[in-house]
């Protein structure tokens, strides 16, 4: 499967804000579905794009 251009932008906000919520909000997406696409972009390349704990990526 390849990643869409979604997936790939929803990717960038969220390392370039440096968390899922703020790359929501500046999306206006909800948390979860950010989580979920950078999830399903992971699973497209079969590799893990972060590391993720619950304090920080």
Known sequence: MKATSEELA?????VES???SR???QLGQANS????????????LGVSLL??????L
């Open 10 to 14: 929803i990717f960038v906000a969220v």
């Open 18 to 20: 440096g968390s899922f």
């Open 51 to 56: 590391n993720r704990t619950t304090r920080q």
């Open 23 to 25: 790359a929501a909000e």
């Open 33 to 44: 579905a950010v989580s979920r696409a950078v999830k399903k972009l992971e699973m497209k």
